[in-house]
């Protein structure tokens, strides 16, 4: 496929839902808020085998609150970490595949449920039909590593373009041949790892479109201090992907990091910002941040 198809593929989408889209929220949030124990390396991806019903189920409720995108289980899912685990190769691509699995099956549950008339909205559930982006979630090397590198893009010895694009080769193969819409690269915290994503999409003939999405605590840099519309060319000269855009960063920062964003690229612009926290690599948890905020009308 060539450029013009994926960023036109995220056009339609966008077209035919609207103008704008409506994305899923937190999935770890929901699902601690639903019983399961997050406290551990793999965090959400825990969840695809030890409570997968759970990841259905809280995808099914996004879709009912009105969300068209799902983003699946695998943000944290990485055949290194489920091999740490005692987990065999074919059972750790399982995993990642059954990510995937359990949105198709939420949207297909959901649609399912909009074209039964005798199914009554309950709980202000939304049954609307309309298009559902499946989308295949790749959180960073940091993420693997969970030592809070995520949100600051420093890897050490092992932040080379090689070794990186070795790490994630695979993971990409499974994720993709499972079927989502879209593969999701997010919190992408510096430039050599957009480098390694892009000459993955290039090298591995994925045929499916993708989107990169930076976190920033600054609202001027990704959070490894590389420069955001650097890391936004790079993604942009990619003709795999099809949208580029900010998450895990705080609100306050959103308004002016769009506006970069548009400076170096036409593509569809994606924000989902988090809740103004900061997160804390040592207690493994979101801390408030304390601040105040002024609003000139």
């Known amino acids: 496929m060539g450029e013009a198809v994926h960023t036109d593929m995220m056009a339609e989408f966008l077209r035919a839902s609207g103008g704008a889209v409506v994305m899923d929220g937190g999935l770890a949030t929901e699902l601690e808020a639903h019983g399961a124990d997050l406290k551990d390396t793999l965090w959400s991806a825990k969840c695809l085998f030890t409570c997968?019903?759970?990841?259905?189920?809280?995808?099914?409720?996004?879709?009912?609150?009105?969300?068209?995108?799902?983003?699946?289980?695998?943000?944290?899912?990485?055949?290194?970490?489920?091999?740490?685990?005692?987990?065999?190769?074919?059972e750790s691509e399982s995993f990642l595949k059954l990510g995937v699995e359990l949105a198709c099956e939420a949207r297909d549950t959901y649609l399912g449920k909009c074209s039964n008339s005798s199914d009554e909205p309950k709980d202000g559930a939304?049954?609307?039909?309309?298009?559902?982006?499946?989308?295949?979630?790749?959180?960073?090397?940091?993420?693997?590593?969970?030592?809070?590198?995520?949100?600051s893009g420093?890897?050490?010895?092992?932040?080379?373009?090689?070794?990186?694009?070795?790490?994630?080769?695979?993971?990409?193969?499974?994720?993709?041949?499972a079927g989502p819409d879209i593969l999701v690269f997010e919190t992408i915290p510096n430039k050599i790892e957009t480098q390694a994503y892009v000459e993955l999409l290039e090298e591995?003939?994925?045929?499916?479109?993708?989107?990169?999405?930076?976190?920033?605590?600054?609202g001027i840099?990704?959070?490894?201090?590389?420069?955001?519309?650097?890391?936004?060319?790079?993604?942009?000269?990619?003709?795999?992907?099809?949208?580029?855009?900010?998450?895990?960063?705080?609100?306050?920062?959103?308004?002016?990091?769009?506006?970069?964003?548009?400076?170096v690229t036409n593509k569809p612009i994606l924000i989902y910002p988090n809740s103004g926290e900061s997160y804390d690599p040592v207690r493994k948890e979101w801390v408030v941040f304390q601040t105040k905020i002024s609003f000139h009308m």
């Open 52 to 90: 997968p019903h759970l990841i259905k189920k809280v995808h099914l409720e996004y879709l009912e609150a009105g969300a068209s995108v799902l983003m699946t289980g695998s943000y944290q899912a990485t055949i290194q970490g489920f091999l740490s685990r005692g987990f065999s190769q074919d």
């Open 126 to 151: 939304r049954l609307r039909e309309r298009p559902i982006l499946i989308a295949a979630s790749i959180g960073s090397y940091g993420a693997y590593l969970a030592d809070g590198s995520e949100y």
């Open 154 to 177: 420093d890897y050490g010895k092992e932040g080379n373009l090689e070794y990186l694009k070795n790490f994630h080769r695979r993971r990409l193969q499974v994720l993709a041949e």
């Open 204 to 218: 591995c003939n994925l045929h499916i479109p993708a989107w990169f999405a930076f976190p920033s605590k600054d």
């Open 221 to 263: 840099n990704v959070v490894s201090g590389d420069s955001l519309t650097e890391c936004v060319f790079i993604a942009d000269s990619c003709k795999e992907v099809g949208a580029v855009g900010i998450n895990c960063t705080p609100p306050r920062f959103i308004h002016a990091l769009v506006l970069s964003i548009r400076k």
